[in-house]
């Protein structure tokens, strides 16, 4: 039954692509020649992206808080697996700060560059410098961002400690930082959300095999600030100590 249920998802998420990626063609060309119209569109079309795998993959999400954005938002959020990004999606209008290796990737990899995703290589430091400018002029522009300043995915079980550099676009912009907390409810320690300490192959296999996955998305009041430090410690400080709460309630 589980093989049956993930060859049934997988060509569902095949045939879902292949047709995001002609919205994705379409709304690039069309609206080529205005990058604020074009970005709005295509986060537009990444919510019911996020909706229909999250349906494909019976992810049942719980929202706690509002998450109703006013425009041009930074929205932090932990980082446990792929599965986030589908969430994030189906929750908020915005697009994404992705790693590099992400353009690569089958499926993904092309869905993401037609969805206006920034793509971040922290390795190169000049090109960090480049992405915030990119991130302010988003934001600027009443775009919502969603980033995970972790830095790469956690063990599902703890928070890693927030990089500051990129929290620097929201106060270059003086835009409101959104912290978001993702919490999976499915009686595994880590969860099958997770991807640390995995291959992709295995984790996503892992994701189509479970009959059913429950998500909590608690969306805390918006930060402002002039200090970035401040705003990637503050957002760490709230995500933390509610994930802590949660787990030894």
């Not at 709304?27 to 020649?33: I, Y």
């Not at 296999?205 to 429950?214: Q, S, V």
């Amino acid at each position: 039954m589980e093989h049956l249920r993930a060859c049934v998802r997988f060509f569902c998420i095949v045939a879902t692509c292949a047709f995001f990626f002609l919205i994705g063609i379409f709304l690039n060309v069309v609206f080529l020649g205005s990058e604020r119209t074009r970005c709005h569109w295509l986060s537009f079309a990444t919510v019911y992206l996020g909706r229909c795998f999250c349906y494909i993959l019976n992810i049942r999400i719980k929202v706690v808080g509002s998450a109703q954005l006013e425009p041009g938002m930074l929205i932090v959020a932990n980082h446990v697996g792929s599965p986030d990004i589908f969430v994030l999606g189906a929750c908020f209008q915005a697009c994404f700060v992705s790693k590099m290796e992400l353009r690569d990737w089958p499926l993904l990899g092309m869905l993401t560059r037609l969805g206006a995703t920034l793509y971040v290589d922290r390795s190169r430091r000049h090109e960090v410098k480049f992405t915030i400018e990119e991130i302010r002029h988003r934001l600027e522009s009443g775009i919502s961002v969603v980033l995970f300043p972790e830095g790469g995915v956690s063990n599902g079980v703890t928070i890693n400690p927030f990089k500051t550099s990129h929290f620097e676009s929201a106060v270059l912009s003086h835009r409101p930082v959104l912290p978001v907390l993702i919490q999976y409810h499915d009686g595994h320690t880590p969860s099958i959300a997770c991807w640390s300490n995995t291959s992709f192959y295995r984790h996503f296999l892992a994701l189509l095999k479970t009959p059913r996955l429950d998500v909590t998305v608690t969306v805390f009041p918006p930060l402002t600030g002039q200090d970035r430090r401040y705003l990637a410690e503050e957002s760490f400080r709230l995500l933390n100590e509610n994930y802590i709460n949660k787990q030894t309630s």
